[in-house]
């Protein structure tokens, strides 16, 4: 696997909380696509690590799309 650190504009996002680990995050990505949202822009998500976890180990991702909401 190949891992990609990038800086980008402040985007919204939706997302559901994984344990670290391939197999919960693919049953969280696997939800989110069951899920009919019409605000989802994208066919694919990201994996957010949280970055208070780097200095005591990554417990929990949180995986989601990229959504075009506004109020």
């Known amino acids: ?8 504009d402040e985007f919204k996002a939706v997302v559901l909380k994984a344990e670290m ?3 919960d995050v693919r ?3 696997k939800e989110m696509q069951g899920k009919n949202f ?6 694919f998500g990201y994996v957010f ?3 208070w976890q780097w ?6 991702l949180w995986v ?3 959504v075009n909401y506004t109020r």
Request: aromatic content about 6%; proline content about 6%; cysteine-free.
């Open 55 to 60: 200095s005591t180990g990554v417990k929990e």
């Open 1 to 8: 696997m190949n891992v990609t650190v990038i800086d980008r």
């Open 21 to 23: 680990g391939g197999q």
């Open 38 to 43: 019409n605000w989802i822009t994208q066919d």
């Open 49 to 51: 690590i949280p970055e």
């Open 64 to 66: 989601g799309p990229i």
């Open 27 to 29: 049953r969280a990505w």
